[in-house]
């Protein structure tokens, strides 16, 4: 036995080291190509740091529906892996590990993906996939690789030549006819995360059947090993640039309801890109709509490290501070902000007394969708007629208010799970209800032609989001898009600006029509292997013992979306997973849901008010009714396992 085997069996017999970390090393080493990963492995073994080994190898990153996503690099970064360094300060090789974002995870899934893409194809034709990457550490790297891979096992890629935002790929992927493609990007993470975002070829992120066929390729492969194909077998690598640009661009400004608003309208904006991808495209197609744009210098550099916030997150309101400070300064009437890879957006708006005032993702998505609503009635592109046929859809954490509003209009909503895949889901069931022989190439419609195809045929799609700051407001890509939801919002401004108020009055008046409701989000963080394992033992624990009185309030109904069989508007049985609304006799209710991206299980506090009233009262007495419910499930989930 090795010296390195014998110090992990001592480890694996202390306590020290997890025994699948013990198998993982072993696999790991015997799989790699790297010579830094038994570099790295000894001299974290030598200095004794088993609980960073543990986090690295306690087992091996899986492929799932998101695809993967995970440190690239370690809370202890060894000399092997430090090196000489990369750009913007980090070290020049990812971080070794089976539960970690690196060349041996980043193999294994695109590989699994290339044979996957092969066996849709067909042997009539090579796969083509598409490759995109925000700014964060090594993902030009990563997504180099994967193009070279995918070109050496005999597929055709596209890479766009610099960083670009995820729903740009999603749209991409439409465009080219492509059989799938690739971000690399954690999205809003911290720093020292990357991800591996798999799409199908209908630009949504992959699901079943693909999803279990994809994972199931990957799973199988071992090693980072692999051969190219014969020379003339081998694929092609295309640079994607400008002219994608311009074609993304010229689709999202068809969002545009009604242009004719923008003109005049001199809004003043603050934008900012949080380091990442967004202001690439929104900043000049702002600017060329007659907005007067102000970015933040500090931010508009793309760097990985996000050097100016704590969190690249736009949820988090101290990450739009910036701009806010720069919004003071200027007399700027909106901030905007998205994340690394251009799929969330924050906003920062002015209120009647001039102060700038923090939107939710609920109040964002609520205040578009009633816009658009009302602007689609106002064109006449909705009647009574036909407003059966519109729909919006969101995800079941998403603000009732939503429901009030779709209501209001008569229109349709559909609830889906979190994650824009379910919201995709729903896009795709709608195109494909439309007969062939009328749809013909769908993706080289207008989208007034789809809209019309959509109303006479299926169900005409107004607008979709969901709580955590993702908005889309066309079909055309299939992907939460906040260079579209930038826009969109814009177009609200210019409206509000029209008829003279502010956001937030606007926001009231529809709060006055359709009830008072707050959602509030709260988390609880749990790192590492033992993260894991307690994040797990909580979630189990209310699906096991379900209160049945909070905060004096009798539970009305439990739903367990991992054991019951539930259906949504349409009839649609909703797929399984960890998730558990508690409904409360009073009005108010709570989900609680393990975070599939992050290491934190996530609480969704919601509460409501009917219309009429003082509504200054009503969101005093709301607030406070939220703010005890958290006080009782902190409390409550403390003594849980």
Known sequence: MSALQESLTAAVANGSLLESAKTNIASLLDGTTSAIAP????????????????????????????????????RVVTKAEQGKGGPNDRPEHPCVGTATMNFYNVSRAVRGLIAYAKQFAGPSRKPVLVFA?????????????????CADLG??????????ATPQLSFAVRELRADGGVVLTASHNPSHDNGFKAYFNDGAQIVDPHATAIINEVNAITSERYEPVAESARGTVTILGEEMDELYISRLKTLLLQPSLLEGAKTKIVFTNLHGTGGHINVPMLRGLGFEVLTVPEQDIQDGRFPTVESPNPENGPALQMGIDLAEKSGAEIVIGTDPDA??????????????????????GSLMAWYRLKACFELGWLTNANRSRAVLVKTFVTTELQHAIADGFGVGIVDTLTGFKYIAGKLRKYEEAIPADKKGDYRSLTEA???????????????????SYGYLGSDAI??????????????????????????????????????????IGKSLVMEGADGAAKIA???????????????????????????QDIFDQEGDLIPKEKMLFVDLEDGRSFAVRPSGTEPKIKFYLFGKHAPGGDLSAAKESVKTGLANLWSWIEADAAKRP
């Open 343 to 364: 799929d969330r957006m924050g906003v920062a708006v002015r209120d009647t007394a001039g102060k700038m005032v923090l939107l939710t993702g609920n109040q964002i």
């Open 155 to 164: 597929c055709d890629a596209y890479l766009f030549d610099g960083p670009r």
């Open 478 to 519: 299939r992907d939460k898009d906040a260079n579209g939801a930038t826009l969109m919002f814009a177009e609200v401004a210019a409206y509000a600006k029209s008829v003279g108020k502010t956001l937030t009055e606007l926001m009231d008046d529809v709060y006055t029509e359709y009830g008072y409701y707050l959602e």
């Open 537 to 563: 033992a909580l979630a189990n624990s209310y699906a096991d013992s379900p209160p049945t009185e909070v905060d004096g309030s009798a539970v009305l109904r439990v739903r367990d979306f991992a054991k």
């Open 39 to 74: 570099l790295a492995i000894q001299e974290l073994v030598d200095a004794g740091e088993w609980e960073e080994l543990n986090d690295r190898f306690f087992k091996t990153l899986a492929f799932g529906t998101g695809g993967l996503r995970g440190r690239t690099i370690g």
């Open 133 to 149: 990457h925000d700014t964060r550490h090594f993902s030009r790297d990563f997504a180099e690789f994967c193009a070279k891979t």
């Open 449 to 467: 032609q789809t809209r019309a195809l959509r109303l006479e045929y299926s169900r005409f799609f107004v607008f979709g989001g969901e709580e």
